[in-house]
């Protein structure tokens, strides 16, 4: 299971964190990766983050969000991080979390100018 959370309102230029707490697999093992989706839009990939335990959580972004965005783990609780500084105003939507075939459910982030 995958649940995300962290999302919310902010102005252009603000920051959010967003959490996606895993459970029932040890998420570690996996790569990892965030997705936003705008209704009537499809899902954009925005990025990941490689194992830990054997690929040393290289991390990978879309050209939309590099170097304003930065994806962690914290490995002992199971969570991965999306840290997104600058947001603009084609930043909002729903932001998912992914592992392989399992996505959770959402959290909504709005920028306002």
């Known amino acids: 299971q995958l649940v995300e959370s962290g999302g919310g309102s902010v102005q252009t230029g603000g920051s959010l964190r967003l959490s996606c707490v895993a459970s029932g697999f040890n998420a570690s093992v996996y790569s990892m990766n965030w997705h936003r989706q705008v209704s009537g839009k499809e899902r954009e990939f925005l990025a990941s983050?490689?194992?830990?335990?054997?690929?040393?959580?290289?991390?990978f972004y879309a050209d939309s969000v590099k170097g304003r965005f930065t994806i962690s783990r914290d490995n002992a609780k199971n969570t991965v991080f999306l840290q997104m500084d600058n947001l603009k105003p084609e930043d909002p939507g729903v932001y998912y979390c992914q592992r392989n075939v399992f996505w959770g459910k959402g959290t909504q982030v709005t920028v306002s100018s």
């Open positions: 983050i490689s194992s830990s335990e054997y690929l040393g959580g290289s991390t």
